[in-house]
Nanobody, 115 residues
């Protein structure tokens, strides 16, 4: 059974930083596409960042230059380093994995950017 467990969310002031982690179960981590999505209150879930099995990354325009997605294959973990956070980044952040033609989601972690 696939499990994705996020951690690292919290409350941070504007301009601050947070690092989210997503621990994935299973042996196909290195050949999976992983990503982070977010959903703010009253809004649709949106893509934040992707990392492909090749290591290539892709970002939403709103986070380019501020967020970095990375992975540790040995630890089956994907990270999202978030810098220069803004109030508009406030949302529940979800880890996502594409594996074997199916989509898998974590339960989400809350990120709140407020002074």
């Amino acid at each position: 059974q696939v499990q994705l467990v996020e951690s690292g969310g919290g409350l941070v002031q504007p301009g601050g930083s947070l690092r989210l982690s997503c621990a994935a179960s299973g042996s196909t981590f290195s050949i999976s596409t992983m990503g982070w999505y977010r959903q703010a209150p009253g809004k649709q879930r949106e893509l934040v960042a992707l990392i492909f099995s090749s290591g290539t990354t892709n970002y939403a325009d709103s986070v380019k230059g501020r967020f970095t997605i990375s992975r540790d294959i040995a630890e089956n973990t994907v990270y999202l380093q978030m810098n220069s956070l803004k109030p508009d980044d406030t949302a529940v952040y979800y880890c996502w994995q594409r594996r074997g033609g199916s989509n898998y989601w974590g339960r989400g972690t809350q990120v709140t950017v407020s002074s």
